[in-house]
């Protein structure tokens, strides 16, 4: 189905792919922003349901509001770590919505599809893997096209929902924000600053039965 140099560039993009909290205000043209999401529209999704919805978000006013959402939380978090790693976890950048050209908050319908979706029934909790996927789409496009990609995770729902005006059964399940950068981390930011480690891959493969 690919060439190899063609299976070489995927990998490539899977390795190199990171999670970016500082950018350039340069801006995106709509040609690759419309690339990047055909690619999360293109993802997987459990009964070809489609959950994801799309809010693009680059008004200064509006970043600037996601942003205290994200570092209300990002100050509530670091009180339950011992003082030594709460120092440590509110020294990281976590976010960089402000700097970002651009931040998408992609959400997730639960609904949509209806009642009783292929494959969904037995396990709810599908519809945000499918969302999930079409992240992780994002994520291998932006690399690809030389763009940043942070994934900010501290927020409470219902603050993002509040200030985008989401409705109430609609999940904002990330804040992406995108753009240049020139500071590219050759791995994740988290290893680099001795936060946590990349498992044994070895450490995690069972055969046959778990703990095998």
């Given amino acids: 189905m690919f060439c190899n140099e063609e299976k ?22 709509p040609e690759i922003i419309d690339r990047v999401l055909q690619a999360a529209h293109h993802a997987p999704s459990v009964g070809f349901m489609q959950p994801w919805n799309f809010i693009l978000v680059s008004s200064t006013e509006m970043k ?8 209300k939380e990002r100050k509530a978090l670091a009180i339950h770590f011992e ?4 120092a440590h976890f509110l020294s990281l950048k976590v976010e960089g919505i402000k700097q970002a050209p651009l931040t998408i908050c992609v ?16 396990i709810p909790e599908t519809d945000i893997l499918s ?7 994002m994520w291998l496009a932006t690399c690809a096209e030389g763009l940043a990609m942070g994934w900010v995770s501290f927020y409470k729902k219902n603050d993002v929902r509040d200030i985008l005006q989401i409705p109430p059964h609609i999940d904002p399940v990330a804040l992406i924000s995108i753009g240049y950068t020139n500071e590219f981390p050759s791995s994740p930011i988290l290893e680099q600053v001795n936060w946590e480690k990349r498992r044994s891959l070895q450490n995690l493969i069972f055969y046959e039965t778990w703990g095998n």
């Fill in 131 to 137: 969302v999930a996927c079409a992240i992780q789409n």
């Fill in 64 to 71: 600037e509001r996601l942003a205290w959402a994200a570092e």
């Fill in 107 to 122: 959400t997730c319908d639960p609904t949509r599809g209806g009642s009783h979706v292929l494959g969904r029934n037995s």
């Fill in 8 to 29: 070489e560039a995927i990998y490539n993009v899977i390795y190199k792919r990171r999670d970016v909290r500082s950018f350039l205000p340069d801006p995106i043209s």
């Fill in 83 to 86: 003082e030594d790693r709460a």
